[in-house]
């Protein structure tokens, strides 16, 4: 306000204002607090002009409304509880944030992950291709075809005969491999040691189908993963290898035979020799004879060729009584043979013995009709 001027003249004015405040922010001052403002008015025209000045009142009444000086504090305190609700909701999406990239680095594992699994399938579809086409191989080999009958005979007896006489050969292949080391599979097996059971008949019954190892240079389960077909037939792992497997290129175990494993193709051979050696040794000695069925109408008629190894000739003949399963004859012809092939021949019965006077076949001359 102009110095000079008396406060009067500008009430007017002041109220407004004042009314057009209260109007704008849905305010109001009380008619007490407007005296007094008026008041203070009068006392400052005093000190500036130096002439009294009475202070000014004005009629007008604002009965029911809130004071001005009220309605700025309520004012303050809702600034202040959205400046709070603000600062809360900024550590609220702060705390999204972080779980946001939380979940990105989890999705980013997953699909490496995903990613691993799709290489593996991969390689595992490559590698079932290559075991079916070896399948295949074998079982359209000119070896699988000519052996049929032999492998037909697996039913002629009931398995409760073949059993036995079986389950023995067995033991005695395994016992005398070095694959099979009974001191370290008693240490792996506690049980069986508790137990007092024989190992070699526990790991031919059960301990194989169980995934116990006969060594360390031999795995079960894995032989068994590896070769389904194996499994299928369900044949003991240790006794396939031996018998079969380590001929036909067959791994042991995973690891490299250059590492843990003694056992060849030629110890592999030299285990089935000594059981055929051990075998003859036992006939030959006894009142035992190996005698074949007899047979009019045979359906399959067997013709061997032996030429001396006469242990490996007895196994031959052991395998065709413990496997047979179709009616057949068995013809066999010694080509003048040198060792025990005549002694193990008079032991045999139910055959047609033909006996050469002199070699008239050789292996490069001899073929299977």
Not at 46 to 66: A, I, N, Q, S
Not at 265 to 294: I, M, T
Request: charged share 20%; proline share 5%.
């Amino acid at each position: 306000m102009p110095s000079g001027m008396s406060a009067g003249s500008f009430v007017p004015s002041i109220l407004e204002l004042i009314e057009a405040l209260c109007a704008s922010f849905d305010l109001a001052v009380s008619e007490a607090d407007l005296e007094a403002w008026l008041g203070q008015e009068a006392d400052f025209q005093k000190l500036v002009t130096g002439y009294p000045c009475e202070p000014l009142t004005t009629g007008r009444t604002f009965r029911g409304m809130r004071p001005f000086v009220g309605e700025i504090s309520s004012l303050k305190q809702t600034v202040s509880s959205l400046q709070q609700t603000v600062s809360s909701l900024q550590q609220t999406v702060a705390a999204r944030e972080v779980d946001v990239a939380n979940l990105r680095t989890t999705v980013g594992e997953r699909e490496a992950e995903l990613d691993q699994v799709k290489v593996r399938n991969s390689l595992l579809s490559v590698e079932l291709a290559k075991r079916t086409e070896q399948l295949n191989s074998v079982l359209q080999s000119r070896a699988w075809r000519l052996t049929a009958p032999l492998r037909a005979v697996a039913k002629l007896r009931p398995r409760s005969h073949r059993d036995a006489p079986q389950v023995k050969m067995d033991s005695q292949l395994i016992a005398q491999s070095s694959l099979f080391d009974v001191e370290w599979y008693l240490s792996q097996n506690p049980d069986v040691a508790t137990h007092g059971a024989d190992p070699i008949a526990h790991y031919l019954k059960r301990g194989a189908f169980e995934g116990r190892d006969p060594s360390r240079a031999f795995s079960s389960q894995w032989y068994l993963d590896q070769n389904p077909d194996v499994r299928a037939a369900g044949f003991n792992p240790l006794v396939h290898y031996l018998r079969f497997g380590a001929t036909e290129g067959r791994r042991p175990s995973p690891v490299g035979e250059a590492a843990i494993l003694k056992q060849t193709l030629a110890e592999a051979q030299k285990d089935w020799g000594n059981l055929g050696h051990s075998r003859l040794q036992q006939l030959l000695h006894s009142d035992d004879r190996v005698v074949f069925p007899a047979t009019e109408s045979p359906a399959v008629s067997i013709i061997l060729v032996f030429y001396n190894k006469a242990h490996l000739s007895l196994l031959c003949l052991d395998s065709i009584l413990e496997n047979a399963d179709v009616s057949y004859e068995v013809v066999i012809v010694n080509n003048c043979s040198s060792d025990e092939t005549n002694s193990l021949l008079e032991r045999v019965g139910g055959a047609t013995i033909i006996n050469n006077t002199c070699l008239l076949y050789t292996s490069s001359s001899l073929r299977t009709h």
